[in-house]
């Protein structure tokens, strides 16, 4: 595992034994904190209970499907083909097919690039690759400690952040100003939407509209139209 992270490989997760962690060890949770991984001290039990081997020697690790970019990389790849960065962040989807499946819709809608948090959602996980079809392999994405304060950073770099929401406004009847320059759209978790604090932070608020007795859509469907309408609101290269 050691040389695997002196290499660079992304790791989603690392589950480590809290009463014993020093040489290696201690190496091992640097490298992988200093790489973005969340890493949670267990008991020796727990870790058994974890392990499908029983031959863990005080850590498990979870790797990524794919490498991780960084959030730079993503605000570049518009400027790189011409035009104001088009964004998607993901704020708490938990389900990896969820995930991948806002992967695949944000890679063909031409957004530049995806932002998910680094703890309790679904990360790059074998599943999510899996639902994405493959866009995980085309579609840079990056994970950011703290959402609220990622969008603050997005803001101070000119672009303008929208979240669905259900009490926003008609995404379909909004005026062009937020879909014609730099982009972020946020797409909350599953149930509960994105975070108060996160909401409180966006630039605008958008819903989909809805009729019948059913009053939100799947994650993945809402961002799916979000993101088409800011295709079809910038043109066909997004």
């Not at 703290?146 to 000119?158: T, V």
């Not at 797409?187 to 809805?210: N, Q």
Request: with cysteine.
């Amino acid at each position: 595992m050691l040389e695997a992270l002196k290499a660079g490989r992304a790791l989603n997760s690392v589950l480590v034994r809290k009463d014993g962690i020093e040489g290696t060890l201690k190496l091992i949770v640097a490298k992988a904190r200093e790489g973005g991984a969340v890493v949670k001290e267990l008991s020796r039990e727990k870790l058994d209970a974890i392990s499908e081997t029983g031959k863990h020697q005080g850590v498990i690790a979870y790797a990524s499907a794919h490498q991780y970019a960084e959030v730079s990389d993503i605000l570049a790849a518009g400027k790189a083909k011409g035009r104001e960065p088009f964004i998607i962040i993901a704020d708490g989807i938990t389900d990896p097919r969820n995930l991948g499946a806002i992967i695949r819709t944000a890679y063909a809608a031409g957004a530049d690039g995806l932002i998910i948090p680094e703890r309790r959602a679904a990360a790059l996980t074998p599943a999510a690759a899996k639902a994405s079809a493959g866009a995980v392999n085309y579609l840079p994405v990056a994970r950011a400690g703290n959402i609220p304060r990622l969008i603050e950073k997005l803001k101070a770099a000119g672009v303008w952040v929208a979240c669905l929401d259900m009490s926003g406004e008609d995404i379909f009847g909004a005026p062009d100003g937020f879909f014609t320059g730099a982009a972020a759209v946020v797409v909350g978790g599953e149930g509960g939407g994105a975070s108060r604090l996160t909401r409180e932070k966006c630039d605008y608020a958008y819903s989909i509209p809805m009729t019948g007795s059913i009053d939100s859509l799947n994650a993945s469907v809402a961002a799916a139209l979000a993101m088409y309408e800011v295709r079809r609101r910038r043109g066909r290269d997004a």
